[in-house]
């Protein structure tokens, strides 16, 4: 089964940082691209950052640039989101996913999700 954890959210007061972490098992981790999601109240669901499997290719939205960087360990299954700087706008649910296609995850249509963790940013 796979199960995909997401940790590290949490009350930040805004310019503040904060590193959310995703744990993967019941796959193959290194075989999959890993992406970031968020959902805030009232909106949609926006892509963050993608990864590629081995971590040498990465991609971020154009409004966290700068900010927020995505990254992975594949030695321990977990991939990260530091967040930087951030903005009572980036308050929201985080999600992790994977996708053994790395256009899939860029494109935020994907096999596995993670339940989220909070992130509330405050003024």
């Known amino acids: 089964q796979v199960q995909l954890v997401e940790s590290g959210g949490g009350l930040v007061q805004a310019g503040g940082s904060l590193r959310l972490s995703c744990a993967a098992s019941g796959l193959t981790f290194r075989h999959y691209a890993m992406g970031w999601f968020r959902k805030a109240p009232g909106k949609e669901r926006e892509f963050v950052a993608a990864?590629?499997?081995?971590?040498?290719?990465?991609r971020h939205a154009d409004s966290v640039k700068g900010r927020f960087s995505i990254s992975r360990d594949n030695a321990k299954n977990t991939v990260y989101l530091l967040m930087n700087s951030l903005k009572p706008e980036d308050t929201a649910v985080y999600y992790c996913?994977?996708?053994?296609?790395?256009?899939?995850?860029?494109?935020?249509?994907?096999?596995?999700w993670g339940h989220g963790t909070q992130v509330t940013v405050s003024s």
């Open positions: 990864i590629t499997y081995g971590g040498g290719g990465t």
């Open positions: 996913a994977a996708d053994s296609v790395y256009d899939n995850v860029v494109r935020g249509d994907l096999n596995y």
